[in-house]
């Protein structure tokens, strides 16, 4: 029990911190930009600027441009033309290293590579803005840039479908290169770095992109958290599941071994040596428990979850890593386990020896409220012993129901978090979304080229962009959403309600209302990302939306704000099959729920985990415990036997207690399961907006299964009672 | 009077590994409606083991014993069960009370497995605790609880009283209370008490004394005109 204990703590956080290392390493050994600026014109002039800026360590420029790759699907491959690769180098696992001189080159993306099973040596070109290139393969490798890389039209990267190539400036094809990113690296925050560029700077660049921010690592990061998170409830209740456990073992073990207890002590054995004894006896299988849980944990436990995130996430090694504080929760552990002994045993060892060697007598219970009241009179014999047995021991009914407690809570856990991917699923693709094809537009596409292919799939154009609001003084990005109205895309109200967004009307979504803290009436202010014109609204509605936190707004309500109105996708009913120049890709929402439930398989694994925990917990405690009261009890199961009483009745006598704790557990346990879901769901990081709810059928469930493991454990027990040797437990005591 | 027990060639024999001990040796005898019998004989004799055959909670390895013209030895556990219930009344030397409940609980617990109403009190009463009802058994004197074990053991009317050692844990003086309380069970409600004891003198105030040795039947006495349990000279 202390292994499993140490051993999901210290897997789950040796992956996690795992991740954490190895992508600091890998944003390290690369030396990942701390921020980038955007600019259309970015000359030596304004590079000398920015490296006169006191903080500026380090910069770089390169061109960035969107090409599509010469394939039969027209991949989206990002160019980046470096002018040195010292910044966000180029992480190489074949091949040469990158090389500044080289003008014939290039240095490809490894997923993309091995989508398109290409190989050092290989000839590949592209085509931007009407140019087409060709050049060698001279490298394959990651990006620090990239390491979660996907189109808009899907959050799930399709390597057969976007990649990214590094070049020098020389295998530009033209003598000036003109430059728009440049990266760079500084000392001190970003905010002050960001403020001090708009200070000094101010008009001579488009804009800036600080770390955190970048799409790649704010992904990675948020994926992270999640895991962080997943590290930090989950171990934490697995080791109290595991001390409970051990808890109950513990004095099964020992309380078993009472008689023996008092007979060492008959023989002159002191009350340390006693102790000792025992007390060591449980710590040497503790620590071995622990050890082993330290050990096997971190490298098993993480390799069921690299693999499927190693699927969308690219990074060059998946290691997990040990933590100091596994130890620590280890020690915790042993020592725990040294404290429960030693009460045990003292509280047995403190016993005169003659008490000892005969069974626990009963302590004397006086008559309670309860038996006084009239109906006490009409319980019957089995529920009047029941209730009296769980009065006297106190501890048992308080163990038995919290380990009950702690199972359907983790029921409730799993089958809350298995509900809510579902309704996410449900609500976004089927109660938001109704379109069956989304075109997502280049672009370069013009007005009338993009009217044409609406006009063709009969379909409505929106616009979803980016944007940064702040309230306060509170930042969040998130993102925008014009419409006209559509019926394909229809926001909902946090109970799936439609709500109308009248035309001169925002809304904003219930999580980012949460997060900003404002709401209805409030005036906030945004920009779109790329753009540094800050504008002011007043918040009309609420909606809500799982996956996306931001404004919902119609176009006039855009130009009145005086934004502009820049379509970036066509949705419509219709499959759409073929290609249109102005369209860059085209997603169906086949597609979507498709990756949807890609990206939701480790979440899967994790809900298992949980309900086969959850069974484990209810069934160990309940064992021990039964098995301590058995022991207890053996005498009076044996006496009742011998007056006449039916295995059956015997049998319920002890169900009917393990059902009222079962009963009770499971009711205490609803609300700590939600609350742990709710905890979960809040901390799922700022774009996901999922209420903790459970089905009706998987409520139901939850409970079948905390009674069904209830009434196991006493079919286990009424075996024994079948086995009951009345003559022997009876000349017990002689 | 009718026979009421017959053992017949009744054998036990205890296994372990490949050792086999007969604590039951052929052993035949016959106990009447309403006789007060008391068996006598060393420690590891037997009794114990006779007594365990005859309430159905051991069987026989071989042998037959009928009571009330039905063969014991042939039930199977849930016949065997029944059996108990309705037949036989266990008195125990610890009195094995139930110490969850109370003493007229521990004598209203009956009520759950046979058809007879039970008014505990009155139970109680009889063996002189109507004082005593509502208090548990840690609460009692061993007399007492001996004596709520008996009223327990009554209450359901069974055909017979099966006491082993019912006073090795009592004072002599709380003891002769408990066997002239049996006693009296016997000869006023004709039922059919049988006593295991070390205490020879008992021997007098019995209708059939049967002593055992070594697992067999040394010899078997029947009292035309047995004492009353009062008037022995303890
Ligand atoms: N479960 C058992 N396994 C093996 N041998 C047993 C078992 N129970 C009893 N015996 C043996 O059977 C014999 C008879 O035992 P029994 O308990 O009937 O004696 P007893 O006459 O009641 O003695 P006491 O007066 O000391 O109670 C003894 O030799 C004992 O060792
Ligand atoms: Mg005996």
Redesign the interface.
Known sequence: MAFLGVFVFAGVGGESVGLEVNSNNFYQDTNLADGWIYSANLDNDFVDKVNNLSSTTQCERQLVIDSVGNFSNDPDITLHFVENNTISKFYLLEGEELNISDADGVWIDKSFADAKDLNVGDNISFTFNGITVEKEIKGIGYSPEYVYHASTASVIPDFNKIGFAYMSYKAFPMDNVPYNVLNVKFDGNAGDYDSLLSDKLAGDYNSFVEKAEHSSVSQFSEEMDQHKMMSGIFPVVFILIAMLILLTTMTRIISHQRTQIGILKANGFTNTSIIFHYVSYGFWLVLIGSILGLIIGPLTLPQLFYPSMSATYKLPSWQPVWSMDFVYVAVLMVIMSLIVSYLAVRSISNENPADTIRPKSPKVSSSGFVEKIGVWKRLSFNARWNYRDAKRNKFRALMTVIGVMGCSALLVCAFGMYDGMNDLKEWEYSQINHYDSKLVIDEDAITSEINDVAEDVNGDKIMESAIEIEAGNIKKSGSLLVLNDTDLITPTDYDWNKIKIANDEVSISQKMADLLDVGVGDTVKFHIMGSDKWVNVTINKIHADPISQGFVMSTDKLDDLGLNYTPTSIVTEKHVDSNYSAIKSTSSMKDMTASWDELTESMWLLIYILIFFASLLAIVVLYNLGLLSFTEIEREIATLKVLGFKTGALRRLLLTQNLWFTAIGFVLGLPVGYYILKIMWESSGDSFYILPSISITNFILTAIITFALSIFVNLLFSRKIKKLDMVESLKGVE | MSTLIEFKDVVKEYKSGDNVLRAMDNVSFTIDEGEFVVILGPSGAGK?TLL?LL?G??SATNGQIIVDGEHVENFD??EL??Y???N?G?I???Y???????AV?NV???????DVDIDGCAVLKSVGLENHA?Q?P??LSGGEQQRVSIA?AVAKQPTMLLCDEPTGALDSKTGVLILNLLQEMSNDKNTTVIIVTHNAILAEAADKVIRIKNGQIEDISINVNPKKVEDLDW
Do not use: C, H, W, Y
């Open positions: 114990s365990n309430g909670l051991d556990d849930n069960t029944e108990r219930a309705n036989v266990f125990f030397q610890f094995n009370l139930i110490p969850n409940l109370t609980e209203e617990l009956m009520k759950d497995i046979v509502n548990f840690a609460q327990r």
